[in-house]
């Protein structure tokens, strides 16, 4: 298993994706977590039920005005002790404690994926490929759909493609975590080689 960590304290959410490859397809679980103190505001600006998908379990609600690291950690190590992670890619702005703690105390392999073309060019091209092939496969989170739906397609002089937001306030924090943990599936020097069957998600 493959993970993509992009880390938020209060506007954005946070999001951890799980990805495995199986049958030809990308297996993709997200957990998202979002503060208490954010949500009326979101439901106001952004116009989403986030209430309800917190009720549903689509997001998670962590208490108080910031999301709690420890949460997204203790996530990250259950996975990693339940299943296995491979590699955690990771958006390095503000990762720095959490990412140390998983390095020291648990083991874990982590790549730091910075925002940028070069990094995230080649691994969104292939999620946009995979995904109008029809070749991902997903839990139907609304949380994710909507911020798919956020997404446009950044291009440079050389026609590569990352993915950026329609509107400033616009979130797609769940799809950059998708393509970061795809980063490193793709990238040929990472630290063990690409799954090929199935893992049981968590």
């Given amino acids: 298993m493959l993970c993509g960590l992009d880390l938020a304290r209060t506007r954005d959410f946070a999001a951890l994706a799980k990805l495995d490859e199986s049958d030809g397809y990308l297996n993709i679980r997200i957990k998202l977590w979002v503060p208490h103190q954010a949500i009326a505001d979101k439901e106001e600006t952004d116009k989403i039920p986030l209430s309800a998908w917190i009720n549903d379990g689509h997001v998670v609600g962590c208490p108080g005005e910031e999301i709690d690291s420890d949460m997204i950690a203790d996530?990250?190590?259950?996975?990693?002790t339940t299943v296995g992670i491979e590699e955690l890619g990771y958006d390095p702005y503000n990762a720095g404690q959490l990412v140390s703690k998983l390095r020291k105390e648990y083991g874990l392999i982590c790549t730091a994926v910075p925002q940028t073309m070069p990094f995230m060019g080649p691994a969104s091209a292939e999620f946009q490929r995979r995904l109008n092939?029809?070749?991902?496969?997903?839990?139907h989170?609304?949380?994710?759909?909507?911020?798919?739906?956020?997404?446009v397609a950044l291009t440079d002089s050389n026609d590569n493609v990352r993915p950026g937001k329609k509107k400033s306030r616009a979130r797609i924090d769940g799809l950059v975590a998708c393509i970061i943990g795809l980063q490193r599936l793709l990238d040929p020097n990472r630290a063990g080689p690409p799954s090929e069957t199935p893992s049981e998600f968590i």
């Fill in 75 to 80: 996530e990250i190590v259950r996975t990693h």
């Fill in 133 to 139: 092939a029809g070749k991902i496969r997903h839990e």
């Fill in 141 to 151: 989170n609304p949380a994710l759909a909507w911020m798919v739906g956020n997404a």
